[in-house]
């Protein structure tokens, strides 16, 4: 065979066939066509008769009538006219049709006249199918044909061409048959089900035939969908009382569940009884689906049989339709046959079914094909399709145990990779409480390796009280059988650390439902817990000051406003006092009114310091000899009068360094700590106060802020009854008191020590045993300074004026009756005034060389813009401060604008002539 040439030039080869070494002609405008996105064709001739056509991707009609014409167009210039050709339709690329484009591609071809054989290889299942029936029903006089792959379909060409007398002769005109009809095909895209493991496709041929090819597994859950596609193109068909049959292709199903089997055939039998069909028939099926068949044969209400492929399966169809008598039904019972073997064949039918029975081997899928084939008329075909069906699910059965085993390793895996990657550990116990299983992070709560803790009780790292705590959870948790979601306890570690956990627990059982230990997750929440805890803290401490902010500042202004009244108490009888004769009998009631007076300001300091207001000398201070000096006082003495069996010892440090603060107020905080320690001891005991130096360099209990330095430590123990942990919270609160009444103080003992002890910037600290006693141990910060000593001794001669003038400033009239008059006795001049604004509008005219400023004065502007509108009259104005309240910060910015010392009420003659003297000397 040679090469001719084309109408357009010279033809061009591009090498010969590998199979059948004939040259190959190929044109760029034949190679690689598209059409549409998905599909694309090459078409080359191979020899000088065969045309080989290579579509690839996915053929839609509109792609196949351009196929058509390329091919068309092919054969008109490169096979020579009149010559007959063979065509070969390589599918190995092609990924599927529309029914459109398969039914006007079978359509077309049968036009060609010179075409005499149609070959197709590389087709899918799918393809081989439609091919089949296309050349079922397709009868025309060439050949149409289907090998698996070029190289076959190449050498049967050539063998279809060898053996084909009318091409031997180039003069032979080729007459083709006229083609029959070709059938009619219906499907429709809705009436296909793919599911993950399961695809099934439905068609109608020739509107009677209902036609599917199942592929992958079938599987119970596939059935309920499986009939809604039959129920679906059934109606669509609209065969309702219309004879049709049935054709299952079922070579590429991998196998059937027996749950599924049995489903299908009990829906088949109610789907027959509301639609009636001729027969039922399998196609493809091996050994064991076939066997399940035969059994089932029996007991259906229809035909059924199984045949080696679809021609058969047509074929039959086509018997059916010849026949004069139609059985549209077959018998529902089929029974073995009556006749009995005779006697000298039973031995040999045995021997038969035992080697079938001992032949198979259980450990693989399927049957042997080695197995002795049977006759369909062996008097045992029954039991040997029995057998082979039980194989069948025996087989199924290992199978859906290894995916379950499979699914299960795949599970735990998941499960496994889960645990290990949370960072909250995972824990299982069995019902004593002994570790089976853990992941990582349970073994770093734990702080042991995985050997260590693997069979550890929880007895070993938890104390008593906890053991019982996570018992009972455990043993409720196991009696209810109700899961705990949160149980808190404390754990120690490996290295000795106590930490917090928070677990949940819930019971495991086994697969008889008992119970037989426990799992859950555990956290390490100490971080959390601490902050917690410090939040609480924290908030108590708000609370508190809160709480000591609102009583202070009601005890600041409630001082304030008594300072005023016992200023004529404590002051006008030291006035009469200097005009009274030594012997008169008026001397001992008015030094009882000003005693009384000067015991008031005292409960007046003591608000002052609850109010945080009341410090308002600051000095250098040894405690030693302030706790001497208590010692040593009348109030002490008072004291151990009331409780005569209670011994007081010291425990001084000799060379105690000093302290900057009140003498005052720390000798209150001694007398108010010495008179707690006594009372808390009703049937006697002992009281120690002690004293010591201490360098601090680190935290101490309840403070983490503490500055690093030198301390002094002011002690008070007692051996008494204790403090509670109720009354521990409350003891620092004004007014909170469990003193004898009317023997002891106010209830502001105790305020008066917290206040103090914050005002001198220093620490507290409580330790109680209940039946034990009590320790305050008191922290202040130590001063290098040494304590000023005055020796010289004044009398009230030495601050007498000198007639210089002094303007008093203040709201309230008896203040400024006192002040005037003990000012005039001391011989300066005296003007006073009620208010800030008369003050400035007064000395626009006139001048004084010193103010007594109160600094508190309504209504009106206070003692601070008083003095500073005083300032822009006269720029050096002296001044002294006098007030009722406290020492604040307004009186701070007054004395930094230029006014002096600050003079608290209610004052005495000779604290009023000092401040005074002062003054006029700076």
Request: aromatic share 8%.
């Amino acid at each position: 065979m040679s090469l001719i040439n084309n109408q357009e030039g010279e033809s061009r080869t591009s090498g010969l066939c590998p199979v059948t070494g004939l040259p190959i002609l190929r044109k760029p405008e034949w190679t690689d066509i598209g059409y549409d996105k998905d599909y694309k064709l090459t078409v080359r001739i191979v020899g000088s008769s065969i045309l080989h056509s290579r579509p690839s991707g996915y053929a839609t009609i509109h792609d196949t009538e351009h196929a058509l014409k390329l091919t068309g167009k092919v054969v008109a210039e490169a096979i020579s006219e009149n010559r007959p050709y063979v065509q070969i339709e390589d599918y190995t690329n092609l990924h599927g049709s529309s029914f459109e484009a398969r039914r006007y591609f079978i359509d077309n071809m049968q036009k060609r006249e010179r075409l005499i054989a149609l070959i197709f290889c590389g087709a899918t299942p799918l393809f081989k199918m439609s091919i089949k029936l296309g050349k079922r029903f397709t009868i025309v006089k060439r050949n149409v044909q289907l090998v698996e792959d070029y190289s076959e379909a190449v050498k049967l060409a050539l063998k279809i061409l060898s053996t084909e007398k009318t091409w031997a002769d180039d003069s032979v005109e080729y007459i083709p048959t006229q083609p029959l009809p070709s059938p009619n095909i219906i499907t429709r895209d809705d009436w296909k089900l793919q599911l993950d493991s399961y695809t099934v496709q439905y068609e109608f041929i020739d509107d009677n035939i209902a036609h599917s090819i199942s592929t992958g597994f079938l599987e119970e859950a596939h059935i309920p969908p499986l009939f809604e596609i039959i129920d679906k193109s059934y109606n669509q068909m609209r065969l309702h009382g219309t004879p049709f049959y049935f054709i299952n292709g079922v070579k590429e199903l991998k196998g059937v569940t027996l749950k599924a089997r049995k489903l299908y055939i009990n829906n088949i039998i109610k789907w027959y009884e509301n639609h009636p069909f001729h027969i039922l028939i399998f196609y493809g099926a091996n050994s064991l689906f076939h066997a399940a068949v035969n059994l089932a044969k029996p007991f259906l209400p229809f035909s059924v049989r199984v045949v080696k492929d679809l021609d058969s399966a047509l074929k039959m169809i086509s018997d059916k339709k010849s026949e004069k008598k139609k059985s549209l039904l077959h018998p529902k019972a089929a029974v073995i046959s009556k006749s009995s073997p005779k006697p000298d064949q039973t031995e040999q039918y045995l021997d038969e079914l035992l080697h079938f029975i001992g032949n198979i081997n259980w450990e693989a899928d399927g049957l042997d094909n080695n197995l002795p084939e049977k006759e369909s008329s062996h008097p045992l075909g029954p039991v040997f399709d029995a057998i082979s069906l039980i194989k069948m699910d025996v087989d199924q059965l290992f199978q859906e145990r290894k995916r379950a085993d499979d699914a299960l390793i795949e599970s735990e895996s998941k499960y496994r990779t889960i645990l290990q990657s949370i960072e909250d550990g995972y824990y299982e116990v069995d019902l004593k409480g002994n570790f089976t299983f853990f992941n990582d992070s349970m073994c770093k709560i734990l702080g042991y390796t995985r050997d260590e803790l693997i069979g550890m009780n929880n007895r070993r790292y938890t104390d008593k009280e906890n053991a019982n705590k996570v018992f009972k959870t455990f043993n409720l948790v196991y009696r209810t059988g109700k899961p705990s979601k949160a149980l808190d306890w404390e754990f120690i570690r490996k290295d000795g650390s106590r930490r917090s956990l928070e677990t949940s627990i819930s019971l495991t059982k086994d697969s008889k439902g008992e119970s037989v230990g426990f799992r859950g997750v555990a956290r390490d929440v100490t971080k959390r817990r601490l902050a917690e805890k410090e939040k609480k803290r924290l908030e108590a401490q708000l609370q508190q000051a809160k709480k000591m902010e609102a009583i202070g500042t009601l005890a600041g202004g409630v001082a304030h406003d008594l300072n005023n009244i016992l200023s004529g108490i404590v002051s006008y009888p030291e006035l009469l006092l200097m005009d009274l004769p030594e012997k008169s009998p008026l001397r001992g009631p008015l030094l009882t009114i000003q005693e009384s007076g000067a015991k008031a300001a005292t409960i007046v300091q003591d608000l002052l310091t609850l109010a945080r207001r009341g410090v308002a000398v600051m000095e250098v201070v040894n405690l030693n000899e302030t706790i001497s000096d208590y010692l040593r006082s009348l109030e002490h003495k008072k004291l151990k009068s009331f409780h005569t069996n209670v011994r007081f010892e010291t425990t001084l440090e000799t060379d105690l360094m000093n302290i900057s603060g009140s003498s005052v107020h720390l000798s209150k905080t001694v007398m108010n700590l010495a008179s707690n320690a006594a009372e808390s001891m009703p049937e006697g005991g002992k009281v120690i106060i002690s004293t010591e130096n201490r360098y601090i360099d680190r935290p101490i209990r309840g403070y983490n802020d503490i500055e690093e330095g030198d301390y002094v430590i002011f002690s008070v123990s007692d051996t008494g009854i204790g403090i509670s942990s109720e009354d521990m919270e409350r003891i620092f609160e004004p007014f909170f008191t469990k003193k004898v009444m009317g023997r002891s103080g106010t209830g502001l003992g105790m305020a008066v020590v917290w206040g103090t002890v914050k005002d001198h910037k220093g620490y507290i600290d409580v330790e109680s045993v209940e039946g034990k006693g009590t320790t305050f141990k008191l922290i202040f910060p130590s001063t290098r300074k040494e304590i000023a000593r005055d020796e010289s001794t004044l009398t009230i001669e030495d601050y007498m004026g000198n007639g210089e003038s002094i303007l008093i400033i203040d709201d309230v009239k008896e203040q400024r009756e006192i002040a005037s008059g003990m000012l005039k006795r001391l011989g300066y001049s005296v003007t006073s005034v009620s208010s800030g604004e008369v003050a400035v509008d007064y000395l626009k005219n006139n001048s004084a060389d010193l103010l007594v400023l109160d600094m508190i004065m309504d209504p009106g502007i206070d003692g601070l813009d008083t003095y500073r509108q005083i300032l822009k009259l006269h720029t050096n104005q002296k001044a002294i401060i006098a007030s009722g309240y406290s020492e604040t910060e307004r009186v701070k910015e007054a004395q930094r604008l230029g006014a002096g010392l600050y003079l608290k009420k209610p004052y005495t003659l000779e604290k009023i002539s000092i401040a005074v003297k002062t003054e006029f000397e700076r």
